[in-house]
């Protein structure tokens, strides 16, 4: 499993790093991460548009699982059930949102392992036809050195950014209008945990980790968030608003 991993993810990333940090001017560390992370956010935008087309469908059948809720208030397990039928009815994969979190993993682990110490590059991860360049400058923007960790300012982009970008992609939550807790469905507690835990945990516990952390890992951090804002904003949203034409009842003649 590691040698796989190696394989796959971290060296051709760690190779794509060099040879972007190889081409820019004054080999600047700082740019190629910025430039790597547009790159891998690019190759896993189809994960983003599922993401975004689940959400859509969660949303388009909402009429049918408030039925649900109704007709099966008192059975919260045949409520469920129910629900998950359908789900699977719909093809609507709840936990789908999470995929593009999961997947950037290995991405943060890999660059964890390049920047644990220093960078200094291996020739013996580097590809033949990769051009090794002579010096590179870990200085981003003259004074953030990008191999050394505990970086408050980048930490603190970090979490900030990751609740602009889960802010933006999450759905609104809709308040519970009823007085009666009993009415109260295990899915709804189960969302509102969630969407307190996305919103809120998640970014102060990315702040946390990103602060032990190299600067570097942070760099990737924010610029992802930065550019997932930049997606919900521009790109999914044109999806949602074409998306909300179609589903829209045609006027009578």
Partial sequence: MINFFKIIVFIPLYNLL?????????????????????????????????????????????????????QNKDNLPEQSRLTMELYKKEKINP????LVLL?????????????RQSFTIDINLVYSFITIPNHINTIFLGFVKLTVSHNYAL??????????????????????????KKEVSFGQDLAK?????????????TAVIAFTLPAAISLYWVTSNVFSAIYE?????????????????????
């Fill in 18 to 70: 060099v040879w972007l940090t190889a081409i820019l001017p004054g080999a600047d560390l700082g740019l190629a991460i910025i430039l790597l992370t547009i790159l891998v956010k690019i190759v896993i935008f189809p994960l983003y548009k599922t993401s975004v087309m689940t959400q859509i469908k969660m949303k388009a059948v909402e009429g049918e699982l408030k039925a649900i809720k109704e």
């Fill in 95 to 98: 936990f789908s949102s999470f």
């Fill in 103 to 115: 997947i950037q993993i290995p991405i943060i682990i890999s660059l964890f392992y390049v920047f």
């Fill in 155 to 180: 930490a603190f982009l970090t979490g900030v950014t990751q609740y602009l970008q889960v802010t933006l992609s999450l759905p609104k939550r809709e308040k519970n209008k009823s007085s009666d």
């Fill in 193 to 205: 945990s969630m969407d307190f835990q996305m919103r809120y945990a998640m970014p102060v516990m």
């Fill in 233 to 253: 904003v521009v790109v999914i949203k044109k999806i949602k608003d074409q998306d909300a034409v179609l589903r829209a009842p045609k006027a009578s003649n």
